[in-house]
């Protein structure tokens, strides 16, 4: 994501690199290599135009801080500006309604069906809300079929009426079937269309009018670029949208859309999707993706992803467990699992600190954990729970079950024991560090 232009800033910075002051000549050559590398990204020319003289503006005249070199400044004024071009604060959702309606828009193939599993997934487990899927594209083959599969993936029912071509009827009878079965979302899934098919967009205008959605969501897919933002401001002036989501950010290294898209059509980008899984959706926070850009990591989000897989009963059983020298390859396969929930192991990678230039040129298979769970999963139940009793035999007999060798199976062994001895040692030290802190707070209490 955005890797392009994240090299191509900081090889803008670097003009600024050792001066020892912030000048109009050198802020000038730094600004027009920022330019450059903004329209590069696709970003459209009077917004990348614009961004670059506000930021002059407010680069010009400033002391050099102590301890702050003018490159750092010029980071921090453009990490300021591109967090304002994206909209400044994230925005949420208005689901007010009862039930909430929430209404997708957007061209052909831009990945509307996929985004309405996504986000019905999301509002199901982390705001405990009871969604129903609407199949309104009755147009493109398959795609009632698609949303079904979709909406038996995340467990969630899908409202059809196949052989019915009337959207404005089908939406308006699955809201009443919300209202009897007391769902409390309705996500309405709608036929992709080009803004210059006036049929089409009639349709859609006309479904809005009768549905009175709480929010209208326009997907774009984001690879498209400068042609999504443009799509994008001819949406909204038929349908005055309530939010952008931005589709397949993953595989777009420009980004241009993400930083045009908000200036042009004034609406914020709410949501954005960062792969195929019914997890890889995120809430798109303008601050956070500058710092991605600027190549500063994005902790926040990474830390946000982790607590959601958390459960604390789970992680104080694990607790005892690691205490007594009990953690075992289910647990081991466990959290295997939780982590790969997290989403995308590049992009979780990338949003550590300096990580993510590191890891741009390497391939990160997200299948990366597939010969471990073979290796765990041709275990016995009891191989599992005592790994002590693994003798060549048994390793043998492992290697052949889960297509690998017994070298690979020796490896695995040797990192699990070091893991679990690991985590025992910092386990006890923490206990340790509780248990001082809880006496000197007691040798501090009046008698």
Known sequence: MFENLSDRLERSFKILKGEGKITEINVAETLKDVRRALLDADVNYKVA???????????????????????????????????????????????????????MSGLQGSGKTTFSGKLANMLKTKQHKKPLLVACDVYRPAAIE?????????????????????????????????????????IIDTAGRLAVDE????????????????????????????????TAKEFNDRLDFDGVVLTKLDGDTRGGAALSIRTVVTKPIKFVGTGEKMEAIDVFHPSRMADRILGMGDIVSLVERAQEQYDEEEARRLQ?????????????????????????????????PGVGK???????????????????????????????????SRKMRIAKGSGTNIQEVNRLLK???????????????????????MRNMKGRMPN
């Open 49 to 103: 135009k614009t961004f670059t003289d506000t930021v002059k503006q407010k680069a010009l005249g400033q002391n050099v801080l102590t301890a702050v070199k003018p490159g750092q400044l010029m980071v921090k004024i453009v990490h300021d500006e591109l967090a304002t071009l994206m909209g400044g604060e994230a925005v949420g959702m208005n689901l007010d309604g009862r039930p909430s309606i929430i209404l």
């Open 146 to 186: 698609q949303l079904k599969v979709v909406a038996a993936q995340i467990g969630v029912p899908v409202y059809t009426e196949e052989g019915n071509k009337d959207v404005v009827a089908i939406a308006q009878h699955a809201i009443a079937e919300a209202k009897a079965k007391g769902n409390d979302i309705v």
């Open 199 to 230: 049929e089409m967009m009639n349709e859609i205008e006309n479904l809005k009018n009768a549905v009175s959605p709480n929010e209208t969501l326009f997907v774009v897919d984001s690879m498209t670029g400068q042609d999504a933002v443009n």
């Open 320 to 352: 005892k467990k690691i205490q007594k020298n009990k953690f075992d390859f289910d647990d081991f396969l466990g959290q295997i699992q939780q982590i790969k929930k997290m989403g995308n192991l590049k992009d979780l990678a990338s949003m550590i």
């Open 358 to 392: 590191a890891i741009k040129d390497i391939d990160i298979d997200d299948d990366a954990f597939k010969g471990i769970e073979a290796i765990i999963q041709s275990m016995t139940p009891k191989e599992r729970a005592n790994p002590q009793i693994l003798n060549t």
């Open 415 to 437: 990192q699990f024991d070091q893991t679990r001895k690991m985590m025992k040692m910092v386990t006890n030290t923490n206990m340790r560090g509780m248990m001082g802190a």
